[in-house]
């Protein structure tokens, strides 16, 4: 067990166009209860806006409590996207907590506002033996849903938590025990530098880094865990800055609450064979490792079971 209190850690952003949002997040970052002065790395690319600007009167706002290093960069069109601004974000947060592999790399996005807990519950999950850390995503209040999509992101949410109890029973993860959550994106993931720098960093893909680089993590024997003191919220916007990401996400989940077709689901009966089979081949793999690697061969789950909405 490691000494939460004593864990240095570095708060990384990708930005485009996020002058509006830049400030509430650092203001939040600036507001938690973590001790010290906190190393936040944005980068800053492809942006037409007054970012920089902003950046400027937050770095003299908070000058005493944040050391924002700021990167300003112009992606090729065919380099412009989430895998390449996240992955430099990460990796100058690396640069910046040096050879310390137990320090702990954060990724959040501009348009998050995490709680005044946030940093510290993510080293106190590290602290307990935990390489990444997953954190819950909320709906930030202050921008509601629509009604029926908020309706729909609740039914989602309890099969969600079907579906880790069914895990629960029958393959509980020592490092990864309820109460816990299910997300693990780049708004709230935390990794160690050890972990970060084995599994080759933040693919530059157009979308999803944010999985694939838990999945790399994984794919090396790392462990992630979901505490569920860590969460953040985000912005439901569906003006998203990068294809495939969670502005997508929302934009999605808002037509598919207007629309009133039922929203198909793997049944659980789907989800007790998993558990089923990853309880199993913990005895039989070689690895953790080699049992994610095998997973990830598996055929998809069909969604055969109508997902229950309730008014």
């Given at each position: 067990?490691?000494?939460?209190?004593?864990?240095?850690?570095?708060?990384?952003?990708?930005?485009?166009?996020?002058?509006?949002?830049?400030?509430?997040?650092?203001?939040?970052?600036?507001?938690?209860?973590?001790?010290?002065?906190?190393?936040?790395?944005?980068?800053?690319?492809?942006?037409?806006?007054?970012?920089?600007?902003?950046?400027?009167?937050?770095?003299?706002?908070?000058?005493?409590?944040?050391?924002?290093?700021?990167?300003?960069?112009?992606?090729?069109?065919?380099?412009?996207?989430?895998?390449?601004?996240?992955?430099?974000?990460?990796?100058?947060?690396?640069?910046?907590?040096?050879?310390?592999?137990?320090?702990?790399?954060?990724?959040?996005?501009?348009?998050?506002?995490?709680?005044?807990?946030?940093?510290?519950?993510?080293?106190?999950?590290?602290?307990?033996?935990?390489?990444?850390?997953?954190?819950?995503?909320?709906?930030?209040?202050?921008?509601?849903?629509?009604?029926?999509?908020?309706?729909?992101?609740?039914?989602?949410?309890?099969?969600?938590?079907?579906?880790?109890?069914?895990?629960?029973?029958?393959?509980?993860?020592?490092?990864?025990?309820?109460?816990?959550?299910?997300?693990?994106?780049?708004?709230?993931?935390?990794?160690?530098?050890?972990?970060?720098?084995?599994?080759?960093?933040?693919?530059?893909?157009?979308?999803?880094?944010?999985?694939?680089?838990?999945?790399?993590?994984?794919?090396?024997?790392?462990?992630?865990?979901?505490?569920?003191?860590?969460?953040?919220?985000?912005?439901?916007?569906?003006?998203?800055?990068?294809?495939?990401?969670?502005?997508?996400?929302?934009?999605?989940?808002?037509?598919?609450?207007?629309?009133?077709?039922?929203?198909?689901?793997?049944?659980?009966?789907?989800?007790?064979?998993?558990?089923?089979?990853?309880?199993?081949?913990?005895?039989?793999?070689?690895?953790?490792?080699?049992?994610?690697?095998d997973e990830a061969l598996l055929p998809p789950m069909p969604h055969d079971m109508a997902l229950e909405v309730?008014?």
């Open positions: 067990m490691g000494n939460a209190s004593a864990t240095r850690l570095c708060v990384c952003v990708p930005a485009r166009d996020e002058a509006d949002r830049l400030p509430v997040l650092l203001k939040a970052i600036a507001a938690q209860d973590f001790p010290g002065v906190i190393p936040v790395a944005i980068v800053v690319n492809n942006t037409t806006d007054n970012s920089l600007d902003v950046l400027g009167r937050c770095f003299a706002d908070y000058l005493s409590r944040l050391s924002i290093d700021v990167t300003d960069v112009r992606f090729a069109p065919h380099e412009a996207h989430a895998g390449s601004a996240r992955g430099l974000a990460m990796d100058r947060g690396a640069e910046m907590l040096g050879d310390d592999d137990s320090a702990i790399l954060v990724s959040t996005d501009a348009d998050a506002r995490p709680p005044a807990n946030w940093l510290t519950a993510i080293a106190t999950g590290v602290a307990r033996g935990a390489d990444l850390i997953g954190g819950r995503i909320a709906i930030d209040p202050k921008e509601p849903l629509p009604v029926r999509a908020a309706i729909l992101r609740e039914a989602l949410d309890r099969y969600w938590e079907q579906v880790r109890a069914i895990e629960d029973e029958i393959d509980p993860v020592a490092w990864d025990l309820p109460p816990r959550h299910g997300d693990h994106t780049g708004a709230s993931l935390a990794i160690t530098l050890r972990a970060y720098r084995e599994c080759g960093g933040v693919p530059r893909i157009g979308s999803g880094e944010d999985r694939a680089l838990v999945m790399a993590a994984l794919a090396r024997g790392a462990k992630l865990a979901h505490p569920h003191d860590v969460w953040v919220n985000v912005s439901p916007r569906r003006d998203g800055r990068a294809a495939g990401g969670m502005a997508d996400d929302m934009a999605r989940l808002v037509d598919a609450g207007a629309d009133s077709a039922p929203i198909m689901m793997p049944d659980f009966v789907h989800w007790r064979a998993r558990a089923e089979w990853r309880r199993t081949m913990r005895t039989r793999a070689s690895s953790p490792a080699q049992m994610v690697r309730m008014a």
